[in-house]
Structures are given as C-alpha cells and as structure tokens.
C-alpha cells in the first residue's frame, strides 16, 4: 500500500506545481480553461479516494494485476469514481467561473488541498514504508494468537531499514530471532505461481519463525524439530483433534528433497497432508527463514511453498489495535 500511497502524492504534488505554473502564465484564465482544470482535480481525488478505499478492503483474495502494482478491482473503481468527480468539477466550474475572481477561487482551493494533500500522502507512505504499517489478518493460520479480521501495526524499523527497491537493511535494532511473528512478502517473483490452491504472487503473509539460516528442519506428525531436537514449548500451536496424521509414501534422496523445497516445488511432487504431517529434513538456505502458522493443522507456510528469503521480510508484528477486546502486543 504504501508505494501506492506514495505516488499517489507525487501525482498530486505535479498537479500542485503545474497550477502554480499556469496561473503564473495565465493559461488558466479562461472559463474553459478553468472548467477543464478543475475536473482534473476532482478527477484525481475521486480516483484517488477509490483506490485508497479498495486497498483498505483488500484480502488475500487479490485480483491479476493491470497497472503494475494496481489490482484491476482498485483501477476499475478509481476510474468510476474519477470518472464522476471529473464530471462533477467541470459543471461546477464551468456554472460557477463567470468572473475571473469567481475562477481564481477555484484555482486557489484546489491548490491548497493538492498540497496538503500531496504533504499527506507523502508522509504516511514514508512511515508506512520505514517505521510503522497496519495489517489486518486475513486468514485462520495464525489462530489462536492472531484471529480473522485482527487489525495490528507492523514494526518496520526492528530489522533494519529497507532501502527502497534494494533488498539491503541498514542500522537493525536486533536479528531476527525464533518465535517472532513476522509479516512478509510471499516470496516469488513470478506473478503465475500457485500453492495451495491459488496465485500467491505479492501478498502479504504473516507467520511465526520457526527457523533460522542454517538451521535442519523436520515435522513428523504434530512434532517439529529444529537441528535433531524438538522444537518447545510452544503454548501458542493449535493443534486440531482428532486428524489422521500420514506419511509420505514417494520419499525422496535427501538433496533432491532439498532442492525441489528450496525452488518452491516440492507441493508440486508431494501432495496435501504429507507435506503437512511428515515434512523434511531441510536446511535453511543462508540469508532465509523457516516459516509456520500456529495454526499448524490449516496453515499454507514453508513447509508448503519453501524459505523466505530476508529482502521479503516487512516487519515484525508489534500490537493488536482492533477489536479493543483483542487489544494488546503479541507474543
């Protein structure tokens, strides 16, 4: 969201600055003039206002792409509500603009709400990219600690700032550590790639660290070992009774195992519970982490589509805001 935000603003701020250009060059002097310059504003807020309003709705269920980083849903209802602000502001300004100071009213509004405006925007993208961001929990995967509809803030800054389109994180606060809950880009770039039964490409997925580069991961049944030991305690797993717990009937040769989890296609060959109840041993790539829902049972996590490397990683989940009955940090 907060990329979007961000040239949201910058659009905005090139509105601010070309009106300030034309009133300067009297290019916006005339009704005409005026009336096509004001739509444009509205049209911008009202797209704007769409696209902000869809991003706060979004789930996991995202639609394909259409304009880069924009979903079709959140095109299509910027261009709706644009369309319809555009044509508000131009019968507005065109019945209203007579006079020239009528007009340069409509000039001087529109630019004191494009700079604030464009100030807005600007700011909460910069927070929501480097300090702190809101996240709503879309799934069961992390229940009994996180529940569907959760609202919480992601601390951004705990594993280092992310310099923008890098992978590289300065001035880190601590490492990542087993057992944090972590908030994270699905690691892909291949906007085609499904696992567990739907593109993942670009969404966000929140888990708990299980393990650490270097570590040897192994699941059998409801048991996780981490480097030949069981993993414990762990009071926040939820366990489901009574399920029939399977094992792999194809096993494979330990490195190709291996290299088919670390490529994201080991779902591909073993399907379903036996990935689930009888899982590994892998090792953790050099620079990746073992993630898994507590939600053991109902959680699409590493075991199913491999490590996360450490340039997906977004933050570490801090607080629970909403509900108030839910409110408090999380362990």
Known sequence: MEERLFWIGIAIGAYAYATRWGIKNGKLDKRGATS??????????????????????????RFPPALGILSQREVL??????????????????????????RSKFHDEDLEWA???????????????FVVQAF?????????????????????????????????????????KTKDVVVFRFPTENKQEQHCGSIQYNKDFI????????????????????????VGPEPYVRILPGVFREKDPRPLAADEYQKLWESRKLDDYVMGNYIRDDFGPVKVPEGSYFMMGDNRDESCDSRFWGPVPNRYLKGQAWFVYWPPSRMGTIR
Do not use: Q
């Not at 270097?214 to 048991?223: F, H, L, Q």
């Open 136 to 176: 709503k929990i879309p799934s069961g995967s992390m229940k009994d600690t996180l529940l569907i509809g959760d609202h919480l803030f992601v601390n951004k800054f705990v594993y280092g700032t992310r310099i923008p389109m890098t992978g590289t994180r300065i001035v880190p606060l601590r490492n990542v």
């Open 36 to 61: 096509a310059w004001h739509a444009t504003f509205c049209s911008m807020a009202g797209f704007s206002i769409g696209l902000v309003a869809m991003m706060s709705m979004e789930t996991r269920e």
């Open 115 to 129: 700079d604030t405006f464009f100030s807005a925007l600007v700011l909460a993208s910069l927070m929501m990219y």
């Open 77 to 102: 209802c910027g261009l709706l509500l644009g369309t319809l602000g555009g044509a508000w502001g131009a019968f507005s300004a065109w019945r209203a603009g007579k006079s020239t100071k009528e």
């Open 207 to 230: 888990k708990r660290v299980v393990g650490l580069p270097g570590d040897v991961i192994r699941v059998r049944g409801e048991t996780v070992y981490r480097n030949g030991e069981k």
